[in-house]
Every structure is written in C-alpha cells, then in structure tokens.
C-alpha cells in the first residue's frame, strides 16, 4: 500500500461520503430549494474527489484529460439542471409577473 | 475481473430501484426510479462487457424512454386514483414458483459449445466490419434487424395516424430559458458530432446505427424542449419519406443479395464494407427520426400554460 | 459462480417482480413500466446464458440490442395509446369504475 494508493482511497472515500452527505440532504430536507443546495455538494465536491482519485491511477493523458472533463460535463449539466428545476418551482409559485415589475433573473 | 462485492450490490441496487420503481405509489417517483434503474442496468451492461448495449440502454432505455415516461406522467397524474393490485399475494407466489423453475433450469444449463465462437470468428474477415457485434448485427442476423426496422417504423407511422386524428397540431411546449438556451447551444452541435462519432466508430468499436440514431433524437428532443422548431417534423413528405427509408435502403441492400446469386442479406466480402456503411448511415438518419417522432407524436395536454418568460 | 450467472439470476429476479406487478396491478402505466424491467430482466438472462468466462459473446448482445430498440418502440406506442385512452375515458385503467375485487 503505497501512499499513493492510500491517498486515492482517502480521496475515493471523501468523494464517497459526500456522495452519502448529498442524498441524505435530498432524502430528508424540506424543500425543493434545500434540496437543490443538497445535490450541488454531490455534483461539484462527490464527482470531483473521486475524479481525483482516480487520475492517478488513468492509462494515460488522453484517458485523464477525458476523466477531467467528465467532471466538467457533469459540472455543467448539473447548474443546468438546478437552474431549471429551480426556475420552473420559482415560476410556478408566484404568480405570473405583470410586465412592468420584471422578475429577479 | 471477477469483483463479487461490486456485482452484488450492483445486483442489489438493480433489484432495489425495480421495486422502488414499481411498487411505489406516487408515478413520478416511480418513473423517475425507473430512469435510475435504466441507468444502472447500463453500469450492468459495461460489468457485462457489453458496451454497445451500454450505450443503447443509456440513450435509449434510460434517456429517451424516460423522457417519455415523465411526459405521459405529467398528464396521467390528474386522472382519478386506481384501484390497489388485486391478489397480489397469489400472483407473487405463482411468479416466484415460475422463478424458481426458471432459476433451477438457469443453473442446471450446460456448458455451451463453443462452436459458434470459431465460425464467428472465422466469418469475420468476410463480414465487412471488424467489430463483432455490429456484424452479427448487420451482416450474420441483417434479417433480424430488417425485421427490427420494420417494427420501428410500423411503430413510427401507427403513432403517426392516431396523430391525425387530433382535430390541431399539439402546440410547440417548450421551456424558455436563457440558460437551457446556451446549454442547448453548446450540446446540440456536440451531440451532433458525436452521433456521427458513434455511426462510424461502429463498424470497428462499440457503436453503430442504433446508438448513434438514439443520440440524433435525444439532441433532437433536447432542441425541441427549448423551443426550436424542428420543420421536418409535421406530417408531410419529408417526415414520411425519411421514417420510411431506413426501411427500404435495407430492404434494397437485402434484396441486392439474389440479384448476384445469394441468398437474401447475404453480401458479397468485398463490397459488403461499402454496403453495410451505407446502409448504416441511411439507418442512423431514420433510426433517429423515428424515435423522434415517437417522441412528439403524444397526445397534446391541456395544461394550464407553461409558466415563464 | 461467475459474473454472467450472478447477473441472470438477477434478472430473473426482474423476472419475478415484474411480471407478479404486470399481472396484479391495475394502472396501465405501472404495467407499463413492470413490462419494461420484465424486458431488462430477460435481457440479462440472455447474456447470462451465453458463452461465460472467456471473450464476451457478440451474438446475444447483438439479439439483446435489438430487444431494447424493440421495448422502446413498443413503449412508445403503447404511451400514445395509453394517453389516448385516458383523454377520451378519464381513467387510466382499463377497469370500469365498479369492478374491483380487492381480496387477498
């Protein structure tokens, strides 16, 4: 067990319990906008740890360079989603904004 | 790698999201257990070496079937509740004894010949593609997958004639939003590419027409959420032609077979690369209309107006 | 017991719950998705009784590539006739309101 292997076992296992953090937040918080804070730790911090520990152990740069922007695509689509999902709650909670007071954006 | 701790929780964790799925009483978290599910039998499906089916249960199984499902819950929601499952212990007994006969019968089966390993193996250089899959797919078993074309586009123009019973088109839904607008702005070029990427790839790695014709309608259906107008996509020639295509190029290269002395979907070594490319290409086209037009052909909803700006 | 076996019996497992849901409950919908994990299961019993240990085995996937093609289109169309039913009925099942036997 080199400290190598060691550290992407540490990095495996924070990534993992973000993960766990994440879905715990999802399972038992109140409310969509709660939620959607929840999952943003799983996206950014879960994806990202265990993208990092795996670099080490990637066949290669091209194959590292693709674990990278595995994060990045999940990264993006993640903000995506949440501004969605987010959008649509907001919108069909408040009544529809007359034309001259404009919604917050 | 034999892994027995990831395999069974991934067994587990397949088995845990069906139940999830289909036990639960809300549809929209069944439904949306059921992409998990998809999702994780794609995982299944790479465990298995399979990636080509990894890649289709992904776009197709997860992806455009759950885009569906969402949809036709988004109606189904406001309906009158149903009644609960009716003896539901006798059946889950009869469907265990039946589990059970079948799981005696799965491990007591015999080893397989492996006869069917070497002639593979020895038809390969003939088939035209040097992956094995799409050959088995497209030159060994092409009548299949004819036949699978056919069921496709039957499908395909059934939706589209109970289509033309509604009295108007089904209004043009869609989401706006700057930021799904960028999103889609960047995807949709990449998600171009990268079916092509699929398509061609197929013929030496995991891909081919199937998954690459998923990835054209799932970029197509992404489109036609944030609110571009696709213009083949009314009933008209265009739309008829192009669903219809896939079918007749394959038919046409099936029947090119006894018009040089074999047998029907049998092709010749050195033109079958050429052949099956074409076709290929003629069939990521149609594959992708029409899971697409499955997609739009729902029946229109009389929501209270999207929401929005 | 190698990989190929551990996957089949779970997909008989998909198999068996399934089918007992596809049978018992009366909502079109979840029959539709009992129908599709039913699918799913078959399809892992498929690979799994192929060739185990060695090269993976091209001639199931290939089948069981176009059992997923075919689930979809059959899904598909199976929603649009679902949602038509439900438009002109109002219900999704295809029970008349006073007919459920609730026993067991």
């Known amino acids: 067990m080199t400290p190598l292997v060691l550290l992407q076992c540490a990095l495996l296992a924070a990534g993992g319990a973000f993960f766990v953090i994440g879905t715990i937040g999802l399972l038992r918080l109140p409310d969509a906008w709660c939620r959607l804070h929840a999952l943003t730790k799983v996206d950014n911090l879960g994806l990202g740890l265990i993208v990092l520990g795996l670099l080490p152990a990637a066949p290669g740069v091209a194959a590292g360079l693709k674990l990278l922007l595995i994060w990045l695509v999940g990264l993006g689509a993640s903000a995506t989603m949440s501004h969605l999902v987010a959008h649509a709650k907001y919108y069909r909670e408040q009544p529809y904004p007359a034309p001259d007071e404009a919604g917050a954006d | 790698m034999p892994q027995p701790l990831l395999d069974g929780l991934m067994v587990l964790a397949l088995l845990a999201t069906a139940c999830g799925a289909l036990l639960s009483r809300d549809l929209f978290r069944a439904v949306v257990l059921f992409i998990a599910f998809g999702l994780l039998m794609a995982l299944a499906w790479v465990r298995l070496r399979a990636p080509d089916l990894a890649l289709a249960e992904a776009a197709i199984g997860a992806g455009l079937s759950g885009a569906l499902l969402l949809d036709a819950v988004g109606q189904l929601r406001r309906g009158e509740p149903v009644a609960a499952p009716r003896r539901p212990r006798l059946t889950l007994l009869l469907c265990l004894a039946l589990g059970g006969a079948l799981g005696w019968a799965l491990l007591a089966r015999p080893t397989p010949p492996a006869v069917m390993a070497e002639t593979l193996a020895a038809a390969m250089p003939d088939s035209g593609v040097s992956h094995e899959v799409t050959a088995v797919l497209l030159n060994f078993r092409g009548f299949d997958t004819f036949l699978e074309i056919c069921v496709l586009t039957a499908a395909a123009f059934t939706s589209l004639a109970l289509q033309s019973l509604q009295a108007e088109p089904p209004p043009l839904r869609h989401l706006s939003n700057r930021v799904l607008d960028v999103l889609v702005a960047w995807l949709a070029p990449l998600m171009l590419m990268l079916a092509f990427y699929l398509y061609w790839a197929g013929s030496k790695e995991p891909g081919g027409a199937f998954q690459a014709g998923a990835l054209l309608a799932a970029g197509a259906v992404l489109l036609r959420l944030s609110g571009v107008a696709l213009p083949g996509l009314e009933p008209g020639p265009f739309l008829r032609f192009g669903l219809a295509a896939g079918f007749l190029v394959f038919l046409a290269a099936g029947l090119s077979g006894p018009l040089a002395g074999m047998p029907p979907f049998t092709y010749a070594p050195d033109s079958a690369h050429l052949i099956l490319v074409s076709v290929e290409a003629v069939l990521t086209f149609s594959i992708g209309l029409t899971l697409l037009s499955l997609f739009t052909a729902a029946p229109p909803v009389d929501k209270e107006g999207g929401r929005g700006h | ?104």
Do not use: C
């Open chain 3, 1 to 104: 017991m190698d990989i190929e076996l551990l996957y089949a019996l779970g997909g008989l497992g998909l198999i068996v719950l399934s089918l007992s849901v596809l049978v018992a409950d009366p909502h079109l919908l979840r029959k539709l998705l009992a129908f599709n994990v039913m699918a799913s299961g078959v399809f892992l019993v498929l690979v799994g009784l192929g060739r185990a240990g060695g090269s993976p085995d091209p001639v199931p996937q290939a089948l069981v590539l176009t059992g997923i093609v075919v689930a979809f289109a059959s899904t598909a169309l199976a929603l649009v006739l679902l949602r038509r039913w439900f438009l002109v009925s109002g219900r999704a099942s295809l029970d008349e309101p006073g007919d459920e036997r609730g026993d067991s």
